[in-house]
């Protein structure tokens, strides 16, 4: 059992490229997140999912895209890497409150980080 | 929308002794949870302890504990007997509820962090 696994860890880009950070979640869980740190700022949310085939925005969607087009993975992409973009990624995932016991537990990746050059 | 403050940027603190970090939050929910999470140098973001807002008992995990002032809007971690381990950034969080198709799931607004150090 990994739990949320995400891939890269590290990775470096020139600015006007794209990638695409994949997060995979082996807990069946319906909820998935993503967020990104920056120093003195917390965690904040890109995007999120509340099933396979949904996606909405957060508090910072600008300049990334998602998908969901299985209910273990979530995908983040970035079209046009700039500067602003470079923070480390976490993606994280939880399960429904009937199976939860509404705990509302979000279970986290270790993280992906970004350096836009 | 909600806010989290966490006044704190560091902390410091000897081994085996107690210390307490804040946080304060702003929101109009009657409904909501609070998390604290920490993370270590590995960076992995872990559970330390979780508050519901309708509950009057502040929670209580081993050598974590809360003090959750409602009225006041404050949910602060008290950490006894302090292990070197210990030494992490720790978030607190509050999570709003929505609903989704019947079921309801949450989203975390994160304080700034405080960044705390045990020493020996």
């Known amino acids: 059992n990994a739990g949320v696994t995400q891939t890269p860890k590290f990775r470096v880009l020139k600015t006007g490229q794209s990638m695409t950070l994949l997060c995979a979640q082996d807990?069946?869980?319906?909820?998935m997140y993503w967020y990104r740190q920056d120093p003195g700022m917390g965690l904040r949310l890109i995007h999120y999912?509340?099933?396979?085939?949904?996606?909405a925005k957060g508090e910072v969607p600008d300049g990334y895209n998602v998908s969901r087009l299985k209910k273990q993975n979530f995908l983040l992409g970035l079209e046009s890497a700039a500067p602003s973009q470079t923070s480390v990624y976490f993606c994280?995932?939880?399960?429904?409150?009937?199976?939860?016991?509404?705990?509302?537990?979000?279970?986290f990746g270790p993280g992906t980080r970004l350096t836009v050059t | 929308a909600q806010t989290v403050t966490q006044s704190q940027p560091e902390m410091s603190v000897q081994e085996a002794e107690t210390v307490t970090l804040s946080c304060t939050y702003d929101?109009?929910?009657?409904?909501?949870?609070l998390f604290w999470y920490k993370q270590p140098p590995s960076r992995q973001m872990i559970l330390v302890i979780r508050?519901?807002?309708?509950?009057?008992q502040n929670a209580t995990e081993n050598r974590f504990s809360v003090n959750f002032q409602k009225a006041a809007k404050s949910f602060s971690l008290k950490i006894s007997d302090s292990q070197l381990g210990d030494t992490a950034m720790y978030f607190c969080?509050?999570?709003?509820?929505?609903?989704?198709?019947?079921?309801?799931?949450?989203?975390?607004?994160f304080g700034q962090g405080t960044i705390l150090t045990v020493h020996p």
């Open positions: 994280a995932s939880s399960p429904t409150e009937v199976l939860a016991g509404q705990l509302y537990e979000q279970y």
């Open positions: 807990m069946n869980h319906e909820y």
């Open positions: 999912s509340v099933g396979e085939g949904t996606t």
């Open positions: 929101t109009s929910e009657n409904n909501y949870y």
């Open positions: 508050q519901e807002a309708y509950k009057q």
């Open positions: 969080a509050f999570m709003t509820l929505y609903n989704a198709g019947g079921t309801s799931y949450g989203k975390l607004t």
